[in-house]
């Protein structure tokens, strides 16, 4: 069995839009949720659906811990982050989901 990855993610509605940060231990399958808008949710409620950020972890409490640091973060020290790698906000989700 291989080892499983937990996701941290941040998605935005537009650049220096609303953001949302969560947690999944499948990044592809969460973000297509996000975007298909199947939920309601505060995703949906304010079209948060672009993926502009996510880092990757071993195990689910380190994932758990960075999600909840970084949702206490002020709003400039998330989009410092995002933009540290990501300055034009692509969304990478078609280059990391492969063809559908």
């Known amino acids: 069995m291989g080892t499983r ?3 941290v993610y941040i998605l935005a509605s537009k650049i220096g839009g609303t ?3 969560g947690v999944t231990n499948d990044l592809i ?3 297509a949720k996000h975007k298909l808008q ?3 949710s505060f995703t949906k409620e304010y079209g948060v659906v672009k993926l502009v950020y996510f880092e990757q972890f071993d195990d689910p409490e ?3 811990k960075r999600e909840k ?3 206490k973060w002020k ?3 998330k989009i410092a982050l995002i933009e540290k790698d990501n300055p034009d906000w692509n969304d990478p989700y078609s280059e ?3 063809p559908p």
């Open 5 to 7: 990855c937990y996701y």
């Open 19 to 21: 953001l949302y940060i």
């Open 29 to 31: 399958r969460r973000v």
């Open 38 to 40: 199947l939920v309601e």
């Open 62 to 64: 380190n994932a758990i």
């Open 69 to 71: 640091r970084l949702k």
């Open 75 to 77: 709003r400039d020290w």
């Open 96 to 98: 990391i989901a492969g």
